[in-house]
Structures are given as C-alpha cells and as structure tokens.
C-alpha cells in the first residue's frame, strides 16, 4: 500500500503542468460469424464500453458500432498508452459478454485494431458519424469502411493481417 501510495505521488508529480488533448478513433471487429453483435444489446454493450474508457480515465466521446464492429472515440490520457486501453476495453467486454451469455459459445474479439487521431476541430464530425453507424452501413460495408479510413489516413496494410470481415 505504502509503494502504490508513493508511486502515485511521483506520478502526479511527473504530470504536473501537462495538458494534453488527444482525440482517438479506434476500430475493432467481432471474431468469427457467430459473434456478430445483435441489436437488441449493442446500446448496452456500447454503455459498458464507455464506462471502461471512463473507468481508465480516459473521457468517452462516442461508442457505437453495427453488428461486426465496434467504434470508439475518446480523449486518451497521458499517463496510458494505446494498446493497453485497447487491451483492456476488449478483455473487459468480451468477459463481460460472455457473463452476460449474449452469444451461444465464446464471444472473442478480433486481434488487432485500427486507431486514427484527429484534431479538436474534427470531433463533433467524428462524434456524428460513429453515433450513425447503422445508418451508415445500409449504404457502405465495413471492409469498404474500414479500407477507406486506412488509405485516408496513409496507413500502409498488408491484406493478409487486416480483419477477418463478415458481409
């Protein structure tokens, strides 16, 4: 306890006068066909995300999805990185899902994410398009999604390691 109190003041200090705001998109999909998210829990799951961004003391903009994926949008904090957020927020839900007995068998993520960044002007059009999502999927697949935002970005991807997608 002592340790934990003493690491958390060296941190705190460490911290001082940083401020920071940095926007992250991240995307991640269902593993396999059968976990594909019905609708009749998606609003429940997207909460249960949100409070694991906020539990992490990161500041959940907008959790949304459609039924093979699952958007997030949040201010990351300084003192985590990326992947360890992206790690727990889909160990958490995947357990959480799991509990819950949501899916026949064993709900699993895909390995791997995508993750965009962008500016604080950009959020309110970030918010708005990961709140429409479903709406957004009557007209564009999420490989078609997906591969769009990869070569918007300039991310260069090798085809044999992106996702797995279910049309």
Request: net charge positive.
């Amino acid at each position: 306890m002592k340790y934990q109190y003493k690491r958390l003041e060296i941190i705190n200090r460490i911290m001082a006068n940083t401020y920071t705001q940095i926007n992250i998109h991240v995307i991640f999909a269902v593993y396999r066909k059968e976990n594909i998210i019905p609708k009749a829990y998606r609003n429940e799951l997207f909460k249960y995300i949100s409070g694991i961004l906020n539990n992490n003391k990161q500041y959940s903009l907008a959790v949304n999805g459609y039924k093979d994926h699952v958007h997030l949008f949040f201010e990351l904090h300084p003192t985590i990185n990326l992947s360890d957020i992206v790690r727990i927020v889909k160990t958490n839900s995947s357990k959480w899902i799991n509990q819950k007995g949501f899916m026949k068998g064993k709900f699993e993520w895909q390995n791997g994410y995508g993750a965009f960044s962008y500016s604080r002007s950009q959020r309110d059009n970030v918010i708005k398009y990961i709140t429409n999502q479903e709406d957004h999927h009557k007209k564009k697949s999420f490989k078609d999604e997906y591969f769009e935002l990869l070569e918007k970005f300039q991310i260069e991807f090798d085809n044999h390691y992106v996702f797995e997608f279910y049309e």
